[in-house]
């Protein structure tokens, strides 16, 4: 199973859109880019406080060039890296001893976490992805549609375990853009988290 | 039971049983009370304590068909288009009128069932889906008393600067802490209203400048600030207590506020795709009650010596209506197929809301227009409370005024039509 989100999630992702036919049909008119925010909560932390899942995040963080990633400075996410784990902006994966991060990761209290967030850049047109990437704040900002929501909510979403629409719907993951684009083209959408997301299994 | 020529019916054993058993239903339980609740003067008396009313609405929830439009995850019965659109003829047979309080009973809860998470599915979805003793009874609030059946139009893009200019939303919501405030009043054509416990109501949302800052909750009705009016005194779907609701600075939690701007405009014409289906079976059904009441009768009255159904007239008129019965039944159904395929199947909520309304429509004018002709053959008997017809004639003339006259049906359907006919 792979981490939400890694470098092998990202990977998965992009050869299960390639691979499917179902998503290249019904996606076959959408244009349009995602950016994605990814807010801390109490799952996030205790998925954090495991090795593998640390390792994982990590690993999609680190697909970021260190210069992107030092954006993160003053910013809350950037905050907990550097004061509370130690752990310098631009250092890799492979520098990061990930026994002693997990076990700092589990002392952080809900508190710590408050406005920390990961974002990711998806482009989608007319059925492929044509890119899916860790990005540092404020960049892509123009992006058509703005999605973000709770760490648990997107692995809701992901996982495949609960249908987008209900996630935004119920307030618990926030869509901005061209809502009535969006709804139009709903197969796309939903075909997207069932036949792509959903066969990724997460962690 | 009439032959049916759609080929399911005859491959498919737990299809035809279903028809069976929703017949059952409709012919021993649903018929006789409608009969009674029709009958009764006071119409006060049709929620009254003991009432037939009641009976029925026990053996529906007791039948699980509170459950049709529940999302099979939360309890729903999960049944195909032609199932539903089976069940809703039968049930519209036995009586529209209780097969509309039927339908309204679950809208509130199907919507939460398809939308919502959380506390609303364990606190709201979940005991109404496992009531089999009519603890709770929905209705659905739409109408205002200054804006009825234009209510429709609401999220109509071509008749938004109408729409902005008049109606500005008369039953309010606005913060209160960390829910919402109910304020105003819904007209008393609220189907089931005087007998509910729970509405799905539509409101708007600050700043209140129109009803395209509409917004569908679900507000819990026997508590303070809540005034259910009496069942008015109608010409016909007398089995249905219609009344006006009044809200008082209502509290609802911030999660039965269920669809909201932007997602209002854009899901309320998917609501009523499914509520225009319901109207379209439940009227084919009670087209095809007409027909038969006039088809029996015509073989059982003598006249000029011989049976009704040996004159030419009476045959032509009865050949007529039969084309009639069974143009809206398979008119209807084929609709219902493509609104269940993009709403409950695929949940890309993007039904053709032209093909939707039409159906309400078709079925609603072929049950007028079968019953008319029904009526005709039953000459002056026809006229008397002595013969079913005579019911099924009011609650024919009444379809074409409810749940949105025919008129702006046909209006909000050309703005489509005109917009995106060749689009999907």
């Known amino acids: 199973m792979a981490v939400f989100p890694s470098k092998e999630w990202v990977g998965a992702v992009l050869v299960a859109a390639a691979k499917s036919d179902k998503y290249k049909e019904a996606a076959k008119d959408w244009e349009g880019d995602f950016l994605c925010i990814i807010e801390g909560d109490e799952e996030f932390l205790k998925d954090m406080s495991r090795k593998k899942v640390l390792e994982g995040f990590m690993s999609f963080l680190d697909m970021m060039p260190a ?8 910013t809350p996410m950037g905050d907990i890296f550097e004061k509370k784990l130690g752990i310098p902006l631009d250092a890799s994966v492979k520098d990061i001893n990930v026994d002693k991060i997990s076990g700092l990761v589990s002392k952080l209290s809900l508190g710590d976490l408050k406005g920390a967030c990961t974002y990711f850049w998806a482009d989608f047109w007319h059925g492929s992805v044509r890119a899916m990437e860790p ?57 997207l988290t069932k036949e792509v997301f959903a066969s990724v299994p997460i962690e | 039971m009439y032959f049916e020529i759609d080929p399911r019916l005859e491959q498919d054993k737990k299809l035809s049983l279903l028809r069976e058993e929703t017949h059952r239903f409709a012919e021993g339980v649903i018929r006789p009370a409608a009969r009674k609740l029709d009958q009764m003067s006071n119409p ?58 039927i339908g309204v009973d679950q809208l509130g809860a199907a919507i939460a069932s398809l939308f919502a998470m959380g506390d609303v599915i364990d606190n709201f979805v979940k005991p109404w889906v496992e009531d089999t003793e009519a603890k709770y009874h929905g209705c659905w609030g739409v109408t205002e008393p200054e804006c009825g059946s234009d209510y429709i139009l609401a999220c109509e893009e071509s008749f938004l600067p109408y729409v ?18 109910i304020n105003g009043p819904k007209s008393g054509w609220i189907s089931s209203a005087p007998a509910a416990t729970h509405v799905g109501l539509h409101v708007t949302l600050p700043p209140h400048d129109s009803l395209t800052t509409g917004a569908f909750c679900i507000v819990p009705l026997r508590q303070k600030g809540v005034t259910l009016g009496k069942p008015i005194d109608k010409l016909g779907l007398r089995d249905d207590p219609q009344g006006d609701i009044v809200f008082d600075n209502v509290h609802i939690p911030d999660e039965y506020m269920l669809i909201r701007p932007p997602f209002y405009e854009l899901r309320v014409g998917q609501i009523i795709c499914v509520t225009s289906c319901f109207m379209g ?3 084919t059904g009670l087209a095809r009650a007409a027909f038969e009441e006039a088809l029996s009768y015509s073989k059982s009255r003598i006249q000029g010596g011989k049976p009704l159904c040996e004159h030419q007239l009476i045959k032509q008129q009865l050949y007529k209506m039969f084309e009639k019965v069974e143009s809206s039944r398979y008119y209807t159904r084929k609709i219902m197929e493509h609104v269940w395929n993009r709403i409950y199947t695929e949940r890309t909520y993007d039904a053709s809301s032209r093909h939707a309304v039409s159906a309400q429509i078709y079925g609603k004018r072929s049950a007028f227009e079968v ?54």
Do not use: C
């Open chain 1, 135 to 191: 990005v540092a704040p404020g960049e892509h900002s123009n992006a058509a549609f703005k999605l973000s929501g709770k760490y648990s909510a997107w692995k809701m979403m992901v996982s495949g375990k609960q249908d987008t629409i209900r996630l935004i719907m119920s307030n618990k993951l926030k869509l901005e853009g061209d809502m009535s684009y969006v709804m139009k083209n709903m197969k796309g959408v939903i075909t």
């Open chain 2, 371 to 424: 019953a008319t002709e029904a009526l005709q053959i039953f000459g002056g008997y026809g006229l008397t409370k002595d013969f079913l017809i005579e019911k099924l004639f009011r609650d024919a003339r009444a379809g074409l005024v409810e749940d949105g006259t025919i008129e702006v049906l046909g209006l909000s359907s050309a703005y489509n039509i005109v917009k995106e006919y060749q689009e999907k």
């Open chain 2, 44 to 101: 006060s008396d049709v929620i009254a304590p003991g009432s037939p009313y009641h009976d029925v609405l026990r053996q529906m929830k007791a039948l699980g068909y509170h459950r049709l439009f529940i999302d099979p995850e939360y309890g729903g019965l999960g049944l195909s288009a032609v199932e539903s659109h089976v069940v809703l003829e039968e049930l519209g047979w036995g009586s529209v009128g209780l097969a509309t309080a």
């Open chain 2, 281 to 283: 079976a439940a009227f």
């Open chain 1, 67 to 74: 210069k992107a990633r030092k954006k993160f400075a003053g």
């Open chain 2, 164 to 181: 902005k200019e008049l109606h500005h939303g008369e039953v309010r919501a606005d913060k209160d802490g960390d829910g919402w405030a």
